[in-house]
């Protein structure tokens, strides 16, 4: 039987009359004695849930209930340190920063480096980094689209209200309009290839729903039973008439009028069918028709080549329908791509085949995150405050080799592979390149490396570590490419020269044991063990007028390591 994934009621009728009468609005926080006055005037049965309940302990007592066995211990405070600092700010933590969280004796210090960092312009960087790379998949760069993902987590916008200006960008508004690159990038053509509209179809699917349709174009999908031909060309038909713009200089959209409902059939049936726009599960939109010469609210403007605005806009209506907390598929699909970006695993996976027969691994627990960041106005910020205040989220990645857990039971930190972007603002801290990535460092338009040499770094590494364009990037995949890269790019080369300022310059000035305590916190962020210390003292007393090189080549092979490369 197929299953109803569209619109899916998050909420009871009492619940989205509270929210229904609360005052909206970006930023909008409510206090409990708002929120109960308001179940008071509404006189629900129900009582409102405090502002103030922590998802936290929620979150850990469902993945503590789900299995039984051995857990990693919490992480020490120099793994949970640069953990965070890389899932927030997207860089490792300066050795300064180290030493500071190290010494700090205040219990509350991991919750306050939290807040610290959600709070940090860095973030917004951060963010602006990861979802380019998940909704993008490198298949090219815009600064208009980059400033639009920037100035959304600045502002800490509702996630919700990001991908209603993602699939209904709007021209007018300089604010959001880069939006439109999500869109326009899919609509380019290729040689003689037509237009990808299928494959703009199957990217809507995957990436705000969860569910890969791919397969489902033709006939109903041979091997998920839930995915049907139906779902696939309802969604087809939202985006089918859409074109990019030929009037504007930046990413734009225009749509075509909708005359007529789409027609299909099964290469298996032959049996002719037809639909209008539907979201995957959900109902049926009726086609509007006007009177000639009504069917746009603009009209085209042959001499400008604009190609007007008609009245009834499929986009508007997917923008509508899709990202709202009625619409289950979109608000656990959320929740799931940002469990995954801060767990290293999705609660589903694969993260876009949510289906029947391949159940989440803690479903309670996907369902409890799906309606409390529908709850919390889909507040990303808050979100992952409460997944990193986890004890979960602040396991170790350490277990005794006598402990062997399932990957999916999250009794264990997942290691993860560092981006691109992580590993260039890694590399300029440990190596002293720069004392720390600053903000406006931390992304760059690799479009623009002529004249603007971080963008050139960014290039570089880009091609050396990224996946390539439509692959999504989960999985630590080293590649000869990349050893090559950091073994013999002139450009990783020169930061470890002995430089005033650099790392060598600054370790070659110490003794052998402060040198090796130093290049630890710089480079891995911890201090060395008591073994590893000696062995650098070792290695430097013995290096006489080579020390200098010695303590390069020390720091290179650091940087090369597998625990420099991941998140661990």
């Not at 999985?475 to 090559?484: D, G, I, Q």
């Amino acid at each position: 039987m197929h299953q109803q994934t569209g619109n899916t009621m998050l909420f009871n009728p009492s619940q989205r009359r509270i929210r229904s009468a609360l005052p909206t609005g970006r930023g909008c926080r409510f206090s409990l004695t708002m929120i109960l006055s308001v179940c008071a005037a509404l006189g629900g049965p129900e009582s409102a849930a405090k502002a103030d309940d922590s998802l936290a302990p929620k979150i850990d007592a469902l993945i503590d209930a789900a299995h039984d066995g051995p857990a990693a211990p919490p992480a020490t405070d120099a793994e949970f340190l640069r953990r965070t600092c890389l899932d927030f700010a997207g860089r490792i933590p300066t050795a300064q920063e180290t030493r500071s969280f190290l010494a700090d004796e205040n219990p509350q210090k991991r919750t306050a480096l939290i807040d610290q960092l959600l709070n940090s312009p860095e973030f917004s960087h951060r963010m602006t980094d990861a979802m380019h790379v998940m909704l993008m998949e490198r298949m090219g760069d815009n600064e208009e689209w980059k400033a639009f993902l920037q100035n959304s987590f600045a502002q800490n916008r509702p996630w919700n209200e990001i991908v209603r200006d993602i699939l209904h960008p709007d021209a007018e508004n300089e604010q959001t309009r880069g939006s439109a690159f999500f869109l326009t990038k899919r609509l380019e053509k290729y040689g003689q290839n037509p237009v990808d509209l299928p494959g703009l179809t199957r990217d809507v699917g995957r990436l705000f729903l969860g569910v890969d349709l791919q397969c489902a174009q033709c006939h109903d999908h041979l091997f998920v039973d839930d995915y049907t031909q139906a779902d696939f060309q309802g969604l087809y038909t939202f985006i089918s008439h859409t074109a990019i713009r030929q009037d504007t200089d930046f990413p734009a959209i225009a749509e075509k009028l909708v005359t007529a409902k789409t027609e299909f059939m099964s290469v298996f049936t032959q049996e002719p069918q037809s639909t209008g726009p539907r979201l995957p599960g959900g109902e049926e939109v009726e086609l509007a028709t006007f009177a000639e010469g009504e069917e746009y609210l603009q009209p085209p403007d042959r001499n400008t080549n604009f190609p007007g605005i008609p009245r009834f806009s499929p986009l508007t209506i997917l923008s509508e329908q899709l990202p709202t907390a009625e619409n289950a598929a979109f608000c656990r699909n959320s929740v799931n791509r940002f469990w995954f970006l801060l767990m290293g695993r999705g609660l589903v996976e694969p993260l876009d085949l949510h289906h029947t027969e391949n159940p989440p691994s803690h479903p309670e627990l996907l369902d409890l995150l799906a309606h409390e960041f529908a709850a919390q106005n889909f507040d990303v910020k808050w979100l992952l405050g409460q997944l990193a205040r986890t004890k979960t989220y602040q396991r170790s990645s350490r277990l005794s080799d006598a402990d062997k857990v399932p990957l999916d039971n999250y009794r264990v930190a997942l290691e993860r592979p560092l981006s691109a972007e992580q590993l260039l603002a890694g590399m300029l801290i440990a190596t002293g390149r720069r004392s720390q990535a600053t903000a406006d460092e931390s992304t760059g338009d690799a479009s623009n490396e002529e004249n603007d040499p971080f963008a050139q770094e960014l290039k570089a590494f880009r091609e050396a570590f990224a996946a390539v364009p439509r692959e999504p990037e989960h999985e630590f995949a080293p590649s000869v490419k990349a050893a090559l890269f950091l073994l013999n790019d002139p450009l990783v080369l020169s930061w470890l020269e002995p430089k005033p300022g650099s790392t060598v310059a600054t370790a070659a000035a110490l003794d052998d044991a402060a040198a090796a305590e130093f290049i630890y916190l710089t480079v891995l962020s911890r201090n060395p063990t008591d073994e590893e210390k000696q062995e650098v003292v070792d290695l430097l007393s013995g290096s006489g007028d080579a020390r200098a090189d010695t303590i390069r080549h020390l720091v290179w092979a650091l940087l090369a390591s597998t625990e420099f490369c991941l998140n661990h």
